[in-house]
């Protein structure tokens, strides 16, 4: 059958243009309605087109005008679960540049909360948003169970969470407090946290700007902290905080790439696991 | 008289090959096969006779001539230009008797004495004096220059070439009498056992009859029949396969018959265990490949089917320790009977009548061989000239 | 508030009625007067499944809290369904992710130290890594594969023990670590009635010797149906195996039950009936019928199988097996059923890309039958939506496609066991032995990931039933020669089938047609 045969067949079916049928029953939502969790933008084929929007567009873009400096992305590579990732922010350039620092199999499995009352407001942004970046409503101001049990879905789905702790973007490059929400989801679900500190964003483009000049950047990706017994989730959102002050200052522990390393790496990730579940 | 004749000539023979063996220029005007007015053959002497061919097959062999994929080998062992055709019924001159005529030209027909060795042994297919006596070089009539051949008004043959016909069996039945000896001694020299699953690859008709045959003179576990064409699969049935299975199934099929066990490689398949004994009647390179690798290590392979030069792996020849048997033709067999009074006693309860068709004068000989290189897919096994037209 | 299962009449003014076919959809004209059956409205989820998971293991249904029973130095296993449960694939995360979590943390917080997980495959294909991945979680994964988290491997003599002899006189096998564990627990995830109980422990850990005990056509032709327990002799049979298996070892039973929600927001219209679709259903359908008439198989084939069913969790039990088991079917049943008055001369059934045995894989002709006339048929309590001698119509391609790695002795089971005859007990007595002993399949089995050799038997004696009932079973758009194989009749479009069809059933015949999946349950009065 050739397509206008089915069109037609749809047509008549169902009565476009006319009064439906008396003898239809009440439409009901038989379906139950989860809009809000945007799950097309992780599924496909949006994934391989937002693969391809970002190996063919925003990449090279970021490239060219950041060239950013990436520092430890090797930690990422040696995460077997799924993670938080978090960053300090500074700019809407931040996240490109984070993008671009996490390795190829990490950035294909990473979803980004993003501010619900900023970009979700009107549905095309967020829609866009949510395709070119893989981004779901975080909401800032909601209880942290709300956003708790979602995230924590996430995550246990096999998705590396990025979320930036401190809010909002900081009006000055500097550092603001994290907010305890991040302590949150890692006690709750167990996942590891990676400190990520992103300089000179601020450069390309600082709040209140709209457009990107070119500016060097550099980005650096700290060894992956795991929430200790009893540690409150507060006091851990602290230690996240100053891990990554410990990056931006500079210090972030010995760079060394070698395959016993990572071994061990792999290994106290495991235990940290198994530590975990035994509290 | 009218005959085919069959030419030697390289820039010919380098054309046909050069379009892949296209029937349509293997026949045309530039062709090797040339249709005209050739002189008789003439007697050497008193025990020849003039025969006038009735039915003459058009073999398998006789199109891998005619489209060039003929092995080269055969090339010296042929005396040029012949009249092809040695699949023959005629009637004698003179008396107007059935015969059927043995191809083969060995010591006793060449008048040569003593004997080879093994024409002594009652092989005279395999002479080693093909190139002495009475005759041009030649294995068989049909294929030497002095004797005529199936295709043309007349041939002569010797005495002991003639086996007269029943009159129960038909010409069109009798016209198969010479391949039905050739699978006679096949399935005898594969001889298989009463435990042996038994696989027939290619079911023209040298595959079906060395399937009959098979049926008829051992008693296999298990006979399977590789197919293509529905009309084969039919006429496998018929002649006795317990089971008819399509070439592209063969190591699913075969795995299974005989509880072996597959790999999958790259290109084909192979199994581990397999058929005990494999009668290859294709000639093709793909039919043997994939008989060396569905045959258990250890078992036989015979080779029934002509084969040209073909690419075949040799690998599992070699690690399977296969023994790969050829089985040429005809003679006396181990019981001391003829192949052909064994294949003429048989032929009556085969319906070998179903395999023949259709019959083409030779003037249509352009389409004949179209026709005959396609035979399976055009449900037919053996496609034939008549000549009896020719006699009135 | 989900609306319960319903039965439409097809009127004048009635939208076309969706058949699944194959990887593709077709929407197709029953005759005025048929009756569809609905199935009920996904039920509302349960809000906080960890919690609710957790509110079960704390307080079990007759039995200790989970939390009592583990104890440092103990041997414990977890067991677990394979990946043909739910169908399609549940998305992630898979609810025995979240059971098993909860489980690992109470045996860490314990002390156990000894933990195995094991997948129940039964007679199943040996799951992939990313299967078992997709089903157990990351978290879990790199903590316990490959050492502590594997298959059951049902043809290692080595690994698998005969536990005892039933009253009935069945041998009863069991997972050699399942019965020399302290604790076995197992976390079930109960589709349709069929599933879960005894028959968990009973098949999922047992070897051929064990589940030939009911797997076999005597008892599936005493079972009508296996989708209502009792007045299923399979059931019974289990249920005697399970005892004897609960005498043996601890077990601890986990069961979770999920709605019907099988299809991603995507192909939101094969969940809603007809009469509901928006006009974003209508261009989804007009856009998939389009892809599925164009694309190539394996596109198509990629494409259906990558929908993964966004389900919830609607019941979680845990506890000694009986109890559990009876909230479970409640849970169940109340997903499922729909209440029908009667039965009629022809039943009508759209069948999917999927069933049980063909995750990730191909749906071959005798998984059609198995699907169509065994799964799909059966689900009815009471007696079938067909009368005996009725004609039953499915719509699928049926081509000759096998899955090589999957379903090897599939293809030899066509190729050599329906060429001969297609009637269960003679196929049973003639072949069943040869195929389970084939020594390839069992090195497939073992090694790769193929189903056992016996495998397709039991995907054909499923349909004994069906077989028996039916006077007459049309497949509408199906390759002739494969339909006749399987010794049915096909027809090319539903017209003709019901053409076919008033020769057996007499002019004017009355129509059901299962509008399924989601899945529905018929109660037949």
Redesign the interface.
Same mark, same amino acid.
Request: aromatic fraction near 6%.
């Given at each position: 059958?050739s397509?206008l045969d089915?069109?037609r067949?749809?047509r008549r079916?169902?009565?476009w243009g006319e009064v439906k049928?008396r003898?239809?029953?009440e439409?009901?939502p038989?379906?139950?309605d989860?809009s809000s969790n945007l799950?097309?933008a992780r599924?496909?084929p949006v994934r391989s087109a937002r693969w391809l929007l970002q190996k063919g567009v925003s990449l090279p873009f970021t490239r060219v005008m950041a060239n950013p400096d990436v520092r430890g992305a090797e930690w990422m590579e040696s995460l077997?679960?799924?993670a938080i990732i978090a960053a300090n922010h500074s700019s809407h350039a931040d996240l490109q540049l984070l993008l671009y620092a996490l390795p190829d199999r990490a950035r294909e499995r990473t979803v980004v909360a993003a501010a619900a009352d900023y970009w979700y407001q009107r549905p095309w942004l967020g829609r866009l948003v949510s395709l070119w970046l893989n981004t779901f409503p975080f909401s800032r101001t909601g209880g942290p169970q709300a956003v708790l049990?979602h995230s924590s879905?996430l995550l246990?789905?096999?998705w590396h969470l990025l979320i930036f702790p401190e809010g909002s973007r900081s009006p000055d490059g500097r550092l603001q407090e994290f907010k305890p929400g991040v302590g949150f989801l890692a006690r709750e679900t167990?996942a590891p946290v990676v400190p990520i500190h992103v300089r000179g964003g601020q450069r390309i483009m600082p709040k209140g700007r709209a457009y990107p000049l070119p500016a060097p950047a550099q980005v650096r990706i700290g060894r992956p902290l795991q929430a200790k017994e009893k540690e409150s989730a507060r006091a851990f959102a602290g230690r996240v905080e100053s891990s990554v002050r410990e990056l931006a200052a500079g210090s972030s522990g010995p760079e060394v790439v070698g395959s016993w390393i990572e071994r061990w790496r792999a290994a106290e990730l495991?235990s940290g696991?198994?530590a975990r579940?035994?509290? | 008289m009218l005959a085919l004749q069959y030419l030697r000539s390289l820039p010919r023979y380098a054309l046909v090959r050069a379009t892949g063996g296209r029937a349509d220029v293997a026949t045309g005007d530039f062709s090797l096969l040339h249709l005209g007015d050739v002189p008789e053959p003439e007697p050497p002497n008193g025990s020849w006779r003039r025969v006038l061919p009735s039915l003459a097959g058009i073999c398998g062999s006789d199109t891998a001539a005619i489209t060039g994929h003929a092995s080269l080998y055969l090339d010296p062992l042929t005396s040029y230009p012949f009249v092809p055709g040695h699949e023959v019924v005629g009637v004698l001159a003179g008396d107007g008797a059935r015969v059927v005529v043995e191809p083969a030209l060995g010591c006793e027909v060449r008048g040569l004495s003593p004997r080879c060795a093994r024409c002594v042994e009652g092989r005279p297919g395999l002479c080693q004096r093909v190139d002495e006596g009475d005759l041009a070089v030649g294995l068989q009539t049909g294929y030497c220059c002095s004797t005529g051949g199936g295709w043309g008004e007349v041939l002569i043959a010797h005495e002991s070439q003639l086996h007269e016909v029943p009159p129960a069996l038909s010409d069109e039945a009798a016209v198969l009498i010479e391949p039905l000896a050739c699978s006679v001694h096949a399935a005898l020299r594969g001889g298989a056992g009463a435990e042996d699953v038994v696989v027939v690859q290619g079911a023209g008709t040298i595959g079906l009859l060395t399937l009959a045959a098979i049926k008829l003179f051992t008693s296999p576990r298990r006979l399977i029949a590789v197919a293509k064409h529905p009309f084969q699969r039919q006429q496998a049935l018929r002649l006795g396969a317990d089971q008819v299975i399509r070439p592209d199934?063969v190591f699913?099929?075969i795995?299974?018959a005989t509880?072996?066990?597959?790999l999958?490689g790259p290109n084909l398949s192979l199994l581990l265990g397999g058929a005990d004994l494999t009668f290859e009647c294709t000639g093709s390179a793909a039919g043997l490949d994939d008989a060396f690798r569905y045959t258990r290590a250890g078992g036989r392979v015979v080779a029934v089917g002509m084969p040209g030069r073909e690419r075949v792996d040799w690998g599992p020849i070699w690690q399977r320790e296969l023994t790969v048997m050829g089985a040429y033709a005809y003679g006396t067999e181990a019981t001391g009977r003829r192949t052909f009074d064994v294949a003429l006693a048989a032929a009556p309860e085969l319906g070998l009548e179903q395999l023949t068709g259709p019959l083409f004068q030779l003037s249509e000989y352009r389409d004949a061989i179209a026709y005959a290189v396609q035979a399976g897919r055009r449900s037919t096994a053996k496609v034939a000239f008549d000549l009896r037209g020719l006699r009135l | 508030m989900?609306?319960p299962g319903?039965v439409?009449e097809v009127?004048r003014?009635?939208?076309?009625t969706l058949f699944h076919f194959g990887e593709g959809v077709r929407?197709e004209r029953l005759p005025l007067g048929s009756r569809i059956l609905y199935p009920p409205?996904?039920l509302?989820?349960i809000a906080?499944p960890e919690r609710a998971i957790r509110r079960a293991l704390a307080h079990p249904l007759d039995d200790d809290p989970l939390k009592e029973l583990l104890r440092p130095g103990m041997k414990l296993t977890i067991a677990f369904d394979d990946l043909s449960l739910p169908l399609p694939p549940m998305?992630?995360?898979d609810v025995r992710?979240?059971v098993m979590?909860e489980v %690992?943390?109470l045996a860490?917080?314990a002390?156990v130290e000894d933990i195995h997980l094991i997948v129940a495959t039964g007679l199943h294909r040996r799951m992939t890594e990313d299967e078992i991945r997709h089903i157990v979680?990351?978290?879990i994964f !790199? !903590?316990f594969w490959p050492d502590c988290l594997y298959n059951h491997d049902a043809e290692d003599d080595d690994e698998n023990v005969r536990i005892g002899t039933t009253p009935d006189g069945h041998e009863v096998t069991l997972n050699r670590r399942a019965a020399e564990s302290d604790l076995v627990v197992y976390v079930n995830l109960t589709l349709v009635p069929m599933d879960g109980g005894h028959k968990s422990m009973a098949t999922g850990l047992a070897t051929y010797r064990g589940i030939r005990a009911h797997h076999n056509v005597d008892t599936l032709l005493g079972s009508r149906s296996y989708m209502h327990p009792p007045d299923s002799q399979l059931h019974h049979s289990c249920i005697q195996q399970g005892r004897l298996i609960e005498d043996h070892v601890r077990v601890f039973h986990i069961e979770t039950s999920v709605n019907n929600?099988a299809f991603? !927001? %995507?192909a939101?219209f094969m969940?809603?009936?007809?009469?509901?679709?928006t006009p974003a259903d209508?261009a989804t359908?007009?856009a998939l019928?389009?892809l599925s008439?164009l694309a190539p198989r394996d596109l198509k084939r990629t494409?259906f199988h990558?929908m993964?069913a966004?389900y919830?969790l609607t019941g979680v039990n845990a506890g000694q097996v009986d109890q559990v088991h009876d909230r479970t079917l409640e849970a169940v049943r109340k997903q499922m059923t729909v209440e029908v008055d009667g039965q009629t001369d022809i039943v009508t059934m759209g069948l999917p890309y999927l069933g049980p045995y063909n995750v990730n894989s191909i749906l071959n002709p005798v998984l059609v039958v198995c699907l169509g006339l065994g799964y799909l048929f059966n689900l009815y309590r009471g007696t079938p939506v067909v009368r005996e001698g009725g004609v039953v119509i499915m719509t699928h391609p049926c081509r000759y496609e096998f899955d090589?790695v999957h379903h090897p002795s599939y293809?030899?089971f066509y190729?050599?066991v329906l060429a001969d005859t297609t009637d269960p007990a003679q196929i049973e007595r003639k072949y069943e032995r040869r195929f389970a002993e084939?020594?390839?399949y069992r090195?497939l089995f073992r090694k790769s990931h193929a189903y056992h050799g016996v495998h397709p038997f039991y995907a054909w004696y499923w349909a004994a039933h069906a077989l028996a009932h039916a006077g007459d079973v049309i497949v509408v758009g199906g390759e002739r020669e494969v339909v006749h194989r399987l010794g049915f009749k096909a027809a090319t479009t539903l017209a003709d089938a019901f053409e076919m069809a008033e020769q057996t059933v007499g002019r004017y015949p009355s129509v059901s047609h299962l509008r399924t999946p989601p899945l529905l349950l018929a109660d037949v009065r």
């Open positions: 059958m397509l089915d069109v067949q749809v079916g169902w009565h049928p003898s239809w029953p439409r009901a038989a379906v139950p989860r799950g097309w599924s496909e077997e679960r799924p049990h879905q246990k789905s096999g167990g495991r696991a198994t579940g035994r509290s | 199934e699913q099929r795995r299974f509880e072996a066990r597959r999958d | 989900s609306r319903a439409l009127d003014n009635s939208p076309p929407l409205d996904p509302e989820p906080h998305a992630q995360p992710q979240l979590e %690992v943390e860490a917080e002390g979680g990351d978290r !790199t !903590t929600h991603p !927001t %995507v939101n969940q809603k009936r007809e009469t509901d679709w209508q359908y007009l019928k389009r008439d494409v990558s993964k966004p919830g090589s293809i030899d190729d050599e084939d020594d390839w090195q």
